[in-house]
């Protein structure tokens, strides 16, 4: 079936600190992977994606490159900020559909 | 433009009770989906509706009922509710591509007592 697996958070980390989620998965055919953030008391939102394998999605100082070798799509950053924390989803659709199926998040806290 | 609404942001009920979450989006969506988020579970699609009057079951269903009105529109109801399904509900639209950008409301606290 299809999954996916992130790391357990939080993740803490200081500002300017360098940043990886690291995020797995299972899938049939060639799925399109998806970062979305969601900040305290909202909705979640698109962070960046990528369709298809050695594709780099890119958005806000935030990379993840589709590895299909590795089944993984790992989010990184160079230098956080206070305003980054938030928690982050990691998602796959499978192929020939456009339903999602997320990880469990990872809670990421930046201070000053 | 709105984007995706949800009505409410907060309810309790009791046990047994019914109630009814609305959802609405302004971006010509074919596309919408309810999750229920839960603590250390991610997100999780309960049902799902591709265009006016189809709907599709998720990968939770049972307890839940939902009505795809109109293009706008896409309702949750729960007619009986239970202890287990205390969650933050998210309404969520978009095109009907693949790969499509999936665009959220900013979610209803359920609590079941």
């Known amino acids: 079936g299809n999954s996916v697996t992130q790391m357990e958070g939080p993740v803490t980390l200081s500002e300017e600190a360098f940043l990886t989620i690291n995020c797995t998965y299972t899938?049939?055919?060639?799925?399109?992977l998806f970062w979305y953030v969601q900040y305290p008391g909202e909705g979640l939102q698109l962070l960046l994606k990528a369709t298809k394998a050695d594709d780099k999605g890119s958005n806000k100082g935030f990379e993840a490159t589709y590895r299909k070798e590795t089944t993984s799509f790992h989010l990184e950053k160079g230098s956080v900020q206070v305003s980054d924390s938030a928690v982050y989803f990691c998602a796959l659709s499978p192929y020939n559909t456009d339903k999602l199926i997320f990880g469990t998040g990872t809670r990421l806290q930046v201070f000053p | 433009n709105a984007g995706v609404t949800q009505t409410p942001k907060f309810q309790v009920l009791k046990t047994g009770q019914s109630m009814t979450l609305q959802c609405a989006q302004d971006m010509n969506h074919n596309s919408m989906y309810w999750y229920r988020q839960d603590p250390g579970m991610g997100l999780r699609l309960i049902y799902y509706s591709a265009s006016e009057g189809t709907t599709d079951k998720g990968e939770v269903p049972n307890g839940y009922n939902v009505s795809r009105l109109n293009k706008r529109e896409f309702s949750l109801r729960l007619e009986s509710a239970a202890p287990s399904q205390t969650s933050v509900y998210f309404c969520?639209?978009?095109?009907?591509?693949?790969?499509?950008?999936?665009?959220f409301g900013p979610g209803t606290r359920l609590t079941v007592l």
């Open positions: 899938a049939t055919g060639y799925p399109s």
């Open positions: 969520a639209s978009s095109e009907a591509t693949l790969a499509a950008e999936q665009f």
